[in-house]
């Protein structure tokens, strides 16, 4: 009964700024660790960036300084910034939470993944 659903995908040219946004809704007792992953053709999934509860960040190495992760706790949804995009960043970005129910079940949840394609 809970859902998270990406926004902001799609198509931007290399060097510009796109804003990624996931929101979770449903039976939802508290949301815990947030963050961001991306899996691009033919590679594994990454982590992109995290961000806990009360706002510790982490990001992968190879994004520091260009993304940016933030969240509204009082919407349950968590950004990513991302700026100075590269044809390399293009890939399916995925959205995952850590979020306990109102029955109090804990679970990692995960978006349906929003398309980013960075054009050179």
């Known amino acids: 009964q809970v859902t998270l659903v990406e926004s902001g995908g799609g198509l931007v040219q290399a060097g510009g700024p796109l804003r990624l946004s996931c929101a979770a809704s449903g039976s939802i007792f508290s949301t815990n660790a947030m963050g961001w992953y991306r899996q691009a053709p033919g590679k594994q999934r990454e982590l992109v960036a995290s961000?806990?509860?009360?706002?510790?960040?982490n990001y992968a190495d190879s994004m520091k300084g260009r993304f940016t992760i933030s969240r509204d706790n009082a919407k349950n949804t968590v950004y990513l910034f991302m700026n100075n995009l590269k044809p390399e960043d293009t890939a399916v970005y995925y959205c995952?939470?850590?979020?306990?129910?109102?029955?109090?079940?804990?679970?990692?949840?995960w978006g349906k993944g929003t398309l980013v394609t960075v054009s050179s």
């Open positions: 961000i806990s509860s009360v706002g510790n960040t």
């Open positions: 995952n939470a850590a979020i306990t129910s109102r029955d109090y079940r804990a679970w990692n949840y």
